[in-house]
């Protein structure tokens, strides 16, 4: 009898633990899908997560289009499985298909055989600290300043740019470079002066600062990358390449000093693979980040990430474990590394 597989998905809301504000929007919540595949043996328990994240997955990812081609890929799961360049321009469903259908071929959950999955290798990642007043803020780096973070990443362009100043000259006073990394995510949301800004960064030994421009100002952003004030990182610029062609003529135009790959948003596991060969190719430096997921696509980007051997020397924004209050719990991956990993 031959083997016939399907699939079923059911939608979950992650309540997260306080309110998350980026440049974009406030979230109390986030929506993802689980997506399950089995067969007509019975064998199944093979879980994917598709996470699409509103304001900014691609057009194809709106909400209408979404659901319709979700319901596609369900009932005809079988077909995209082996046609997964068709789920392109959908990465996050194809991230969670790309998921589900390796945890189906391998059910001990350990998708990767690597370092990280022996448990031999941690990951190291960057703590985050989440756009809010000023106040907040500086607490939060506070607390994080009495752990053993040595990268933290900072969202910033929610408050006064003063007050952000302060927020870096009060972690500098505390740790200088040479004990923590400070990276910065501005979402596209540098004012006018943001040359002016970036010179006033500086001054507080920045490892790298995430898309400081509009998606639509590639040669504004061009011309940075080329002063590099302050190292320049693509992330929003990411969304929308589909194919390896269109990912190296991004690279090679703006010439950028990093890149931060979200799987759920620039191309799931088959797309990730290519914008890291063509950073690799062109001496970029990158990192994998989460979409926010919940601690089941977080495993597995965890995985995914340990095959390289660069991950385990730049920090990964990997720590988003403890995000929600009723995240998944991790209990197929019930090792020491990536209990670690999680700050």
Known sequence: MRIHLSARCEALELAFRFTAKTSRETMNTRKVWILEIYDNFGKGNAFGEIAPLKGLSIELEDEENFHLKLQEVIENIEYYIHHLDELRAYPSILFGVEMAYLAYKRPSHILFQTDFTLGKKSIPINALVWMNDAETMKKDVDRLLKTKADCIKLKIGGVNFEDELEILDFIRKQ???????????????????????????????????????????????????????????LDEQLLGHLFFPEKQKLLTTIKPQAIVIKPSLHGGMQGTREWILAADEHRIKWWITSSLESN??????????????????????????????NNIEPSYLDMQDYRLMMI
């Open 175 to 233: 740790k200088p470079k040479e004990d923590l990394l400070l990276r910065l995510d501005a979402n596209g949301n540098l004012g006018k002066d943001y040359e002016y800004q970036l010179k006033a960064l500086a001054e507080y030994d920045i490892d790298s600062i995430e898309q400081p421009l509009p998606v639509s100002e590639i040669d504004a952003t061009k011309a940075l990358c080329e002063e590099n004030i302050i190292p320049i990182a």
């Open 296 to 325: 089941l696509g977080l495993g597995v980007l965890a995985q995914f990430a340990s095959k390289y051997p660069s991950t385990y020397l730049t920090h990964q924004g990997l720590g988003t474990g403890r995000l929600y209050k």
